[in-house]
Antibody, heavy 120, light 111 residues
Framework: EVQLVESGGGLVQPGGSLRLSCVAS????????MNWVRQAPGKGLEWVSY????????YYADSVEGRFTISRDKAKNSLYLQMTNLRAEDTAVYYC?????????????WGQGTLVTVSS | QSALTQPASVSGSPGQSITISCTGT?????????VSWYQQHPGKAPKLMIY???NRPSRVSNRFSGSKSGNTASLTISGLQAEDEADYYC???????????FGGGTKLTVL
C-alpha cells in the first residue's frame, strides 16, 4: 500500500524557519517525481514545489521562490521542504504528493498533510 | 498568476448528471493535454479522479469522466450519489514560470 506521511509542522513566528518531512512507503520512491502542495485554511489548493526522481530538476511557485528549498533522500525514502523567512500567508496544511509515473503533473497519491501556522 | 477559473458551486439531485468547468488559457489548459481533476472531502487529502484530460485511475468509478474543448476542461459526474458531495479541483501543467496551476475549487452539493 502506498503511504506518504508528513511531519514537521507547527507554530512558528513570522521570519522563522521550519523543515517539513514526508516519508514514503509501499512503492519505489526513487522512481517517482514528488511535490509539495499547500492549502490555506478554508481555501483552495496551491502547488508549492516539484523535484524529479533524481533531483536533477526542481521548480518552485513564485510565492515561495528564494525562501523554500525542496530536497529528497533516497536512502531514507524521504522528501523534505525547508522553509525560511516564513510569512503569515504561508499558513496552510502542507501535503506531499507523488506524481503519476506517466501523467505529467497528475498527483496520484497524497499524504494526510501537516499544518504550518505562522503567527506571533 | 491567477488560478484556473471554476464555478464556486454546483448542485444536483441523486441520479442526475452535473458538469464542472475549468477555464484557463493557451499557456495551460488549452495548450497541453495535462489536465487533472481532484476530489476532496472535508478534512481529507485530495484524491486524483481524472488525469491527462480524460483518463481515469483504476480505482475511480466510471461515473466520472473528463473532456476538454479549447481553453476549457470539464468534469462530468453521472448518476450522482450522496458520497460525491465534496470539493473538486482542476489542475493543469503551465508553460509559465509556475509549473502547475490549480483551479479555485468547486463545491458540489447533492440535494
Amino acid at each position: 500500500e502506498v503511504q506518504l506521511v508528513e511531519s514537521g509542522g507547527g507554530l512558528v513566528q513570522p521570519g522563522g524557519s521550519l523543515r517539513l518531512s514526508c516519508v514514503a512507503s509501499g512503492f519505489s520512491f526513487s522512481d517517482y517525481n514528488m511535490n509539495w502542495v499547500r492549502q490555506a485554511p478554508g481555501k483552495g489548493l496551491e502547488w508549492v514545489s516539484y523535484i524529479t526522481s533524481t533531483s536533477s530538476s526542481i521548480y518552485y511557485a513564485d510565492s515561495v521562490e528564494g525562501r523554500f528549498t525542496i530536497s529528497r533522500d533516497k536512502a531514507k525514502n524521504s522528501l523534505y521542504l525547508q522553509m525560511t523567512n516564513l510569512r503569515a500567508e504561508d499558513t496552510a496544511v502542507y501535503y506531499c504528493a507523488r506524481e503519476h509515473l506517466v501523467a505529467v503533473t497528475a498527483f496520484d497519491y497524497w499524504g494526510q498533510g501537516t499544518l504550518v501556522t505562522v503567527s506571533s | 498568476q491567477s488560478a484556473l477559473t471554476q464555478p464556486a458551486s454546483v448542485s444536483g439531485s441523486p441520479g442526475q448528471s452535473i458538469t464542472i468547468s475549468c477555464t484557463g488559457t493557451s499557456s495551460d489548459v488549452g495548450g497541453y493535454h495535462y489536465v487533472s481533476w481532484y476530489q476532496q472531502h472535508p478534512g481529507k487529502a485530495p484524491k486524483l479522479m481524472i488525469y491527462d484530460v480524460s483518463n481515469r485511475p483504476s480505482r475511480v468509478s466510471n461515473r466520472f469522466s473528463g473532456s476538454k474543448s479549447g481553453n476549457t476542461a470539464s468534469l462530468t459526474i453521472s448518476g450522482l450519489q450522496a458520497e460525491d458531495e465534496a470539493d473538486y479541483y482542476c489542475s493543469s501543467y503551465t508553460s509559465n514560470s509556475t509549473l502547475v496551476m490549480f483551479g479555485g475549487g468547486t463545491k458540489l452539493t447533492v440535494l
